[in-house]
C-alpha cells in the first residue's frame, strides 16, 4: 500500500495513523480534552489509550476498504493533531474534511497547510469532484481555514450535532475540482497574514 506523507511547512507533515501512535494521541486528546471537547464529541468517549488504538484501527480499516483516510499531523516527530477524510462518496466523486489540533500549536496557518494538502490529494490523486467541509457555527477558528482556502458557504445545517448536552447548527462550506487552485506553502502565509 503507498503509505502518503504530506510535507506542510518547516517541520511540519501528515502521515497515516498507525497503531503505535495510540498512547501519544490519547495522552495529547486528554491534555488537550478541555479545548476539544467544545466542538468535537469524540473528546467525551475517549477515556482510555484503549479507546485511540480503536480509532486508529478503525482508521485502517477505512483506508484499507477505500472510504476515507485518516492522517497525524506532525512537528518533527510530535503528534500535534488530526485531519481527515471523513467519507469518500465514489458515485458523487464528494468526501468531507474533518480536523483539530491541539490549543497551544493554533496559530502558526498548520491547519490551513494541511487542508490544503488534503485539497490536492482529493482532486489530483483521487479525481474527486467536491470537497466539504463542516463547522459550528460559532466556531470561529474552524471556520476560518475553508474561508482562507476560497470554499463557497453552502447553507446551514439547523441542530447538525450533538456534543454533550448542547445541540449545534454546522456551516457547510464546499469546494470544486474547477474552483481549487493549489496553493504554495508561501501563499497560505500570505493568506493567513490577509
Request: hydrophobic share 45%.
Given at each position: 500500500m503507498n503509505m502518503?506523507?504530506?510535507?506542510?511547512?518547516?517541520?511540519?507533515?501528515?502521515?497515516?495513523?498507525?497503531?503505535a501512535d495510540a498512547a501519544e494521541l490519547y495522552a495529547l486528546i486528554d491534555s488537550n480534552r478541555e479545548h476539544l471537547a467544545r466542538w468535537m464529541p469524540f473528546v467525551s468517549q475517549t477515556r482510555s489509550v484503549a479507546d485511540s488504538l480503536a480509532f486508529i484501527r478503525?482508521?485502517?480499516?477505512?483506508?484499507?476498504?477505500?472510504?476515507?483516510?485518516?492522517?497525524a499531523i506532525l512537528d518533527g516527530t510530535t503528534i500535534i493533531g488530526v485531519a481527515g477524510f471523513h467519507r469518500i462518496d465514489?458515485?458523487?466523486?464528494?468526501?468531507?474534511?474533518?480536523?483539530?489540533?491541539?490549543?497551544?500549536?493554533?496559530g502558526a496557518g498548520t491547519m490551513t497547510l494541511a487542508a490544503a494538502a488534503m485539497l490536492d490529494h482529493a482532486f489530483a490523486v483521487w479525481r474527486l469532484h467536491r470537497v466539504e467541509i463542516r463547522a459550528g457555527v460559532e466556531n470561529t477558528r474552524s471556520r476560518a481555514?475553508?474561508?482562507?482556502l476560497g470554499f463557497r458557504e453552502a447553507g446551514i445545517l439547523r441542530g447538525a450535532e450533538r456534543i454533550g448536552p448542547r445541540v449545534i447548527d454546522h456551516v457547510v462550506y464546499a469546494m470544486t475540482d474547477?474552483?481549487?487552485?493549489p496553493?504554495?506553502?508561501s501563499s497560505v502565509r500570505d493568506a493567513l497574514r490577509a
Amino acid at each position: 500500500m503507498n503509505m502518503p506523507r504530506f510535507e506542510l511547512a518547516d517541520d511540519r507533515w501528515m502521515r497515516l495513523l498507525e497503531s503505535a501512535d495510540a498512547a501519544e494521541l490519547y495522552a495529547l486528546i486528554d491534555s488537550n480534552r478541555e479545548h476539544l471537547a467544545r466542538w468535537m464529541p469524540f473528546v467525551s468517549q475517549t477515556r482510555s489509550v484503549a479507546d485511540s488504538l480503536a480509532f486508529i484501527r478503525s482508521a485502517r480499516r477505512q483506508l484499507a476498504e477505500n472510504r476515507g483516510m485518516q492522517l497525524a499531523i506532525l512537528d518533527g516527530t510530535t503528534i500535534i493533531g488530526v485531519a481527515g477524510f471523513h467519507r469518500i462518496d465514489w458515485v458523487n466523486r464528494a468526501t468531507s474534511i474533518g480536523y483539530w489540533l491541539a490549543e497551544d500549536r493554533q496559530g502558526a496557518g498548520t491547519m490551513t497547510l494541511a487542508a490544503a494538502a488534503m485539497l490536492d490529494h482529493a482532486f489530483a490523486v483521487w479525481r474527486l469532484h467536491r470537497v466539504e467541509i463542516r463547522a459550528g457555527v460559532e466556531n470561529t477558528r474552524s471556520r476560518a481555514i475553508p474561508e482562507r482556502l476560497g470554499f463557497r458557504e453552502a447553507g446551514i445545517l439547523r441542530g447538525a450535532e450533538r456534543i454533550g448536552p448542547r445541540v449545534i447548527d454546522h456551516v457547510v462550506y464546499a469546494m470544486t475540482d474547477a474552483e481549487w487552485e493549489p496553493l504554495s506553502a508561501s501563499s497560505v502565509r500570505d493568506a493567513l497574514r490577509a
